[in-house]
Nanobody, 127 residues
Framework: QVQLVESGGGLVQVGGSLRLSCAAS????????IGWFRQAPGKEREEVSC????????HYADSVKGRFTISRDIARNTVYLQMNSTKPEDTAVYYC????????????????????WGQGTQVTVSS
């Protein structure tokens, strides 16, 4: 059974840092793409960053490039998102997702089609 459990969200001031974690089970991170997505109120779910299964390369949305860093620990089967220099527009629910189709919600990204989701963690950037 595929499971993704996020942690690390919360309230941060503008310019601050936050680190999100996602513990995966039921599959191996080195065989499937993994990524972080976010959804703000009234907006569609969008890709923030992802890691390709083929070669471990990463992709970042233009809005977070240079500020966020995605990484994975294969031994711990965990993926991280380091968020630096945060902005109010980063406020959203952040979801960890895997390149496995287990949901009717499927989002296509440069790393593949993502259809397995965690429960989400709220990130609020206050000014």
């Amino acid at each position: 059974q595929v499971q993704l459990v996020e942690s690390g969200g919360g309230l941060v001031q503008v310019g601050g840092s936050l680190r999100l974690s996602c513990a995966a089970s039921g599959f191996s991170l080195d065989h499937y793409g993994i990524g972080w997505f976010r959804q703000a109120p009234g907006k569609e779910r969008e890709e923030v960053s992802c890691i390709r299964s083929s070669d471990g390369s990463t992709h970042y949305a233009d809005s977070v490039k240079g500020r966020f860093t995605i990484s994975r620990d294969i031994a711990r089967n965990t993926v991280y998102l380091q968020m630096n220099s945060t902005k109010p527009e980063d406020t959203a629910v952040y979801y960890c997702a895997a390149e496995l189709i287990r949901s009717i919600v499927v989002v296509t990204s440069p790393c593949g089609d993502f259809g397995s989701w965690g429960q989400g963690t709220q990130v609020t950037v206050s000014s």
